[in-house]
T-cell receptor, first 110, second 119 residues
Framework: GQNIDQPTEMTATEGAIVQINCTYQ??????LFWYQQHAGEAPTFLSY????GLEEKGRFSSFLSRSKGYSYLLLKELQMKDSASYLC???????????FGKGTSLLVTP | SAVISQKPSRDICQRGTSLTIQCQVD?????MFWYRQQPGQSLTLIAT?????????ESGFVIDKFPISRPNLTFSTLTVSNMSPEDSSIYLC????????????????FGPGTRLTVL
């Protein structure tokens, strides 16, 4: 099975940097995903990590360490529109369906 | 990225009735999935929609309650049968994989969801 843990809520200031952590216990997976979901909207894909290390995409970066069962999403130069829920998910070795954590609700304040 | 649409976007239904949700992808995808998201919660996988064969259901979900069809690589339906208020939720479909459409297996794209309320 897969047990994925994220903080429930975080608050950060506009312009700052925030790191959202995700820890997991799983028997095996292909890769780890991060999605952003604004209230009332569908999740949108942010990043996918297969190998250990940092993947950078503009203001967003995602890190994976398989040996530590740990990932984080780093958001730089925070904007008010970044207020959303951030979902960590893993797929599996046997298929591509996603198992999601409970999500982290991020509030960006002025 | 793929564009995924769902119909209806929302519905209010009576207890004991059934509702079929349609999911359409604008490009061929290998994999299609159905998820449920209860208010304030994360997404829970219901099943993998397999083209030409029976869907693969996750623990706690059964075919009699959630029959799924997938006649081709761009379309799937989920039926919520004999509904009760506990079925009130958002139902989302997603597509992923590459078959002349998406570039990689790595990305899954979600439809906008169907908000179901059962009275």
């Amino acid at each position: 099975g897969q047990n994925i843990d994220q903080p429930t809520e975080m608050t950060a200031t506009e312009g700052a940097i925030v790191q959202i952590n995700c820890t997991y216990q799983t028997s095996g997976f292909n890769g780890l995903f991060w999605y952003q979901q604004h209230a009332g909207e569908a999740p949108t894909f942010l990043s996918y990590n297969v190998l250990d290390g940092l993947e950078e995409k503009g203001r967003f970066s995602s890190f994976l360490s398989r040996s530590k069962g740990y990932s984080y999403l780093l958001l730089k130069e925070l904007q008010m529109k970044d207020s959303a829920s951030y979902l960590c998910a893993v797929d599996s070795n046997s298929g591509y369906a996603l198992n999601f954590g409970k999500g982290t609700s991020l509030l960006v304040t002025p | 990225s793929a564009v995924i649409s769902q119909k209806p976007s929302r519905d209010i239904c009576q207890r004991g009735t059934s509702l079929t949700i349609q999911c359409q992808v604008d490009s061929q995808v290998t994999m299609m999935f159905w998820y449920r998201q209860q208010p304030g919660q994360s997404l829970t996988l219901i099943a993998t929609a397999n083209q030409g064969s029976e869907a693969t259901y996750e623990s706690g979900f059964v075919i009699d309650k959630f029959p799924i069809s997938r006649p081709n690589l761009t379309f799937s339906t989920l039926t919520v049968s004999n509904m009760s208020p506990e079925d009130s939720s958002i139902y989302l479909c997603s597509g992923g994989g590459a078959s002349g459409g998406l570039e990689t297996y790595n990305e899954q794209f979600f439809g906008p969801g169907t908000r179901l309320t059962v009275l």
